[in-house]
């Protein structure tokens, strides 16, 4: 009682502040001494912390299988797959094939679809099964964005992109492959996370990222719009990212 007398006779508009907070359930959490270094971080901190000390260093992994992803967004995925129910996942991008493989294991638990893997390497490829066909090659060449669309004719679909970073190659890729999503599905363009930061300051040297090419997209496109609700969990490394087609 006597600190709340002396803040209102030092500073009465911190002390009403205080009072209106804690009126609507909203005080200021205060964290433990013991819990400060490692609950105490910034957003930005954490995030940088995440891509350093976990993602760089293939700490997320499925079924033994590393995966480059934020698990948070992986949580977000299975719940679009319940929601949309594709015929057809479309990865562009998968490395070593642990997100490939779990978007694979998700379609078995829904027991339907299968997954078609985009990539330019198999070098760390290591996953196989039943549900998923390979495409090897440049997303954005007229053969591999063909193969893919032959095998995604008149089936619905769902595209996650998480190829090659640069905006204008992941621009490229956002209009070869957007015609593969189905009206209510998704077109997921993964870590344009990277583009709020300062090049050379965060998580990537990029100057322009995926998250420029999705505004530029946006701009381009009215049948896309971003969905709000799928970054409800605050952090992501897909913002303005999960683009839904509306028409």
Known sequence: MLGALRLLTRDPKEFYRRVSLRLRGGYPPVLKPEFQRQLGMTVPEWLYHHQREVIKKRQVSWMGVPLLKCVLDAWIYQEILCEVRPDVVVEIGSWAGGSTLYFAHLLDLLGHGQVVSVDIDRTDYRVAHPRIVEVTGDSGSPG????????????????????????????????????????????????????????????????????????????????????????????????????????
Do not use: W
Not at 163 to 191: C, K, M, N, T, W
């Open 144 to 247: 591999v964005v063909a193969k893919v669309g032959r095998i995604c004719e008149g089936k619905s679909g769902l595209v996650l992109h998480d190829g090659a970073h640069g905006r204008d190659q992941v621009l490229r890729d956002l209009h070869a492959y957007s015609p593969f999503v189905s009206v209510g599905s998704y077109l997921i363009v993964e870590d344009g996370i990277i583009d709020a930061f300062l090049p050379g300051k965060g998580l990537s040297d990029l100057a322009e990222g995926p998250l420029c090419a999705v505004e530029a997209f946006l701009r381009q496109r009215s049948d896309f719009i971003p969905d709000p609700v799928r970054e409800r969990y605050l952090i992501t490394y897909n913002p303005q990212g999960y683009l839904k087609r509306i028409a």
